[in-house]
């Protein structure tokens, strides 16, 4: 079985401060997805990064895939409070039919004003 | 706004009572990927249908069980209910395209079910 597990579990930052949220696996993934999830809604798919080594920047948040493509790290510069929400990381076994994700724990942020 | 729903958004239930949750996928994606998210954690693999053909399961049991019909739409179906099967349950579409073109398939997020059995 394929585990993800994402640190920290939670963590609450004011406003402009910088953070970053972290994705560990002993497994290599096709691809690796970050979504963000706020209360009551499904995951939105926030980017993902395929190639060992990559970064992909959206705005304040810098993405990354370790060289092994097992491992990834998500940076958000300056947090605002419409940043905050649950962060989850999902690992994609690549198939013909579909990606089948393996999502990893979880990071709840809360950005204070 | 994916294009993707669910109903019904909320559902209390007993324990060994049967229940049935819907999706409807966006027109045009021939994958639908169930997920259960228990409270504080990140979603679980339960199934996937390709064409209307279960394609993949994850760890759960046989009482979960789901159609994919022609028109874009799908159900959910657990029976026996447990109180551990209180949880959110998500469905995601997707167009199903991913291996054969050598690049990731996007999965598309409905809002999800909200689950409660007492």
């Known amino acids: 079985t394929q585990l993800l597990e994402q640190s920290p579990q939670f963590l609450s930052i004011q406003e402009g401060e910088n953070l970053t949220v972290y994705c560990n696996s002993s497994s290599v993934f096709s691809s690796l997805q970050w979504y963000r999830q706020e209360p009551g809604e499904g995951p939105v798919l926030l980017v993902t990064v395929v190639t060992g080594g990559e970064v992909k920047k959206l705005k304040r948040l810098t993405f990354q895939f370790g060289d092994a493509r097992k491992d990834s790290s998500l940076h958000i510069t300056a947090a605002q409070t419409g940043d905050t929400g649950l962060y989850l990381c999902?690992?994609?076994?690549?198939?013909?039919?579909?990606?089948?994700?393996?999502f990893g724990t979880g990071t709840r942020l809360a950005v204070r004003p | 706004e994916t294009g993707v729903t669910q109903s019904p958004t909320h559902l209390i239930k007993t324990r060994g009572q049967q229940v049935t949750l819907r999706c409807s996928s966006q027109?045009?994606?021939?994958?639908v990927s169930w997920y259960q998210q228990a409270l504080g954690q990140g979603p679980q693999f339960i199934f996937q249908?390709?064409?209307?053909?279960?394609?993949g399961r994850g760890n759960f049991p046989p009482r979960f069980s789901g159609l994919q019909f022609p028109n874009y739409s799908s159900e959910l179906n657990v029976n026996a209910l447990e109180l551990d099967d209180s949880a959110l349950y998500l469905c995601?579409?997707?167009?199903?395209?991913?291996?054969?073109?050598?690049?990731?398939?996007?999965?598309?997020f409905g809002p999800g079910t909200r689950l409660t059995v007492l």
């Open positions: 027109s045009g994606h021939n994958t």
């Open positions: 995601a579409s997707s167009p199903g395209l991913a291996g054969a073109n050598g690049r990731t398939d996007t999965q598309y």
């Open positions: 249908y390709y064409r209307e053909e279960e394609n």
């Open positions: 999902a690992g994609a076994e690549m198939e013909s039919s579909g990606d089948k994700l393996t």
